[in-house]
């Protein structure tokens, strides 16, 4: 399974912004659902965002109306856009990628590595 390429990521202040980026080398992005996902230790991991093939997108209760996925495909990529971070939103960060579409088990065939997202308050 070829590893989506992650970058973005780091430590912000509480209300502070950052874009993580999802990349595929060899696969075209725009043929896949893809999601991010975030884990952070004692806690089960969250589906955040999805873009479904039709470009449809779906949120976490927790982010809606402050972080946005999208897609870019002239860069084979899909971003995620996070405002009004809260150190609630500190996490590894994963992209994970399906060309069946989303899944509800997140049983996504790609994966990229995860990136460390760390909000203070």
């Known amino acids: 399974q070829a590893p989506l390429i992650q970058s973005g990521g780091g430590l912000v202040q509480g209300g502070g912004s950052l874009n993580l980026s999802c990349t595929a080398s060899?696969?075209?992005?725009?043929?896949?659902?893809v999601a991010w996902l975030r884990q952070s230790p004692g806690k089960e991991r969250e589906s955040v965002a999805i873009?479904?093939?039709?470009?449809?997108?779906t949120y976490a209760e927790s982010v809606k109306g402050r972080f946005t996925i999208y897609r870019d495909n002239a860069k084979n990529a899909v971003y995620l856009q996070m405002h009004s971070l809260k150190p609630t939103d500190s996490a590894l960060y994963f992209c994970?990628?399906?060309?069946?579409?989303?899944?509800?088990?997140?049983?996504?065939?790609?994966w990229g590595p995860g990136t460390q997202v760390t909000v203070s308050s």
């Open positions: 994970a990628a399906d060309i069946r579409g989303p899944r509800r088990d997140a049983s996504y065939d790609y």
């Open positions: 873009i479904d093939l039709t470009g449809h997108s």
């Open positions: 060899g696969r075209l992005l725009s043929n896949y659902a």
